[in-house]
């Protein structure tokens, strides 16, 4: 299994950058599938989720109104849309995959740099 996540960069504050993160192995029509980021020197912090048929979504506080999560019909393929990002956003932002009862897959990570 590989979840290989891209489109992260550098950008100004106010700016957009849509992630994306693509997984491979098997299907996960069944699963759920997330975000999750982490700043240098703290620790990786959920930031949004989706469940398996894509209804339900969930999100941290401090991306509510400004990120939108999503996924394709085929399931296996996850997408962050940041909108209006700030410097704090600043991070490496991971994609996940629920299994069972935790965040069991995980991809490399991609970087999000927001200049102010």
């Known amino acids: 299994v590989q979840l290989q996540a891209s489109g992260g960069g550098l950008v100004q504050a106010g700016s957009s950058l849509r992630l994306s993160c693509v997984a491979s192995g098997r299907a996960f029509t069944n699963n759920g599938m997330g975000w999750f980021r982490q700043a240098p020197g703290k620790e990786r912090e959920f930031v949004a989720a989706?469940?398996?048929?894509?209804?339900?979504?969930y999100y941290a506080d401090f991306v509510k109104g400004r990120f939108t999560i999503s996924r394709d019909n085929a399931g296996n393929t996850v997408l962050l849309q940041m909108n209006s990002l700030k410097p704090e956003d600043t991070a490496v932002y991971y994609c996940a995959i629920y299994t069972l009862q935790d965040w069991d897959y995980w991809g490399q990570g991609t970087q999000v740099t927001v200049s102010s």
């Open positions: 989706i469940n398996r048929s894509g209804g339900t979504t």
